[in-house]
T-cell receptor, first 116, second 112 residues
Framework: EPEVTQTPSHQVTQMGQEVILRCVPI?????FYWYRQILGQKVEFLVS????????KSEIFDDQFSVERPDGSNFTLKIRSTKLEDSAMYFC??????????????FGPGTRLTVT | SQQGEEDPQALSIQEGENATMNCSYK?????LQWYRQNSGRGLVHLIL?????REKHSGRLRVTLDTSKKSSSLLITASRAADTASYFC????????????FGSGTRLLVRP
């Protein structure tokens, strides 16, 4: 069964450093998302991406964040200058087009980001 | 903001019993979904109910939706120890990028 994959599973970085989190969505999906979950808290929406552009972003997704789909398979989240409060689990998700009946999202296993 | 809130926050039951979790939200929705998360892992989609549906079943899962009260419930029947996980409701707004807005979740413990 196709699945969303994410690398690395755990990233430790120092405050102020740049990190890139990588995701490979399911191949025939067209909608891509990043969410984050701070330890013990709810899952929060960061950004959605469709047709090679951001379709929606949350207040969390400020100028320090960017997303890219550099080729036909990868979907990346970059944090330019990490802060302590960026420490969280970051989940990538993908979804098939609604005209195929696909409303559910498929999540990757997550990348645990620890900023020290 | 559209936000799902769930209760109870934590639920502990004996294997074989039923578990009911509730979710409330604030704005109009296209659909509501329930996801499961095992400790520290990714989320797995369980079931989706559209705004024009009132009840849906999938195996041991039963979900209801009351759009007039802006609430939903998830019932897991004949629970098993393997059902131990966190359960989240998530709403999709009428006009959005189909993003999910998650509730705070219910931590379910099923004791063998």
């Amino acid at each position: 069964e196709p699945e969303v994959t994410q690398t690395p599973s755990h990233q430790v970085t120092q405050m102020g450093q740049e990190v890139i989190l990588r995701c490979v969505p399911i191949s025939n999906h067209l909608y891509f998302y990043w969410y984050r979950q701070i330890l013990g808290q709810k899952v929060e929406f960061l950004v959605s991406f469709y047709n090679n552009e951001i379709s929606e972003k949350s207040e969390i997704f400020d100028d320090q964040f960017s997303v890219e789909r550099p080729d036909g398979s990868n979907f990346t989240l970059k944090i330019r200058s990490t802060k302590l409060e960026d420490s969280a689990m970051y989940f990538c998700a993908s979804k098939s087009p609604p005209w195929t009946g696909g409303y559910e999202q498929y999540f990757g296993p997550g990348t645990r980001l620890t900023v020290t | 903001s559209q936000q799902g809130e769930e209760d109870p926050q934590a639920l502990s039951i004996q294997e074989g019993e039923n578990a009911t979790m509730n979710c409330s939200y604030k704005t109009s929705i296209n659909n509501l979904q329930w996801y499961r998360q095992n400790s520290g892992r990714g989320l797995v989609h369980l079931i989706l109910i559209r705004s024009n549906e009132r009840e849906k079943h999938s195996g041991r899962l039963r979900v209801t939706l009351d759009t007039s009260k802006k609430s939903s419930s998830l019932l897991i029947t004949a629970s098993r120890a393997a059902d131990t996980a966190s359960y989240f409701c998530a709403t999709v707004a009428m006009d959005s990028s189909y993003k999910l807005i998650f509730g705070s979740g219910t931590r379910l413990l099923v004791r063998p």
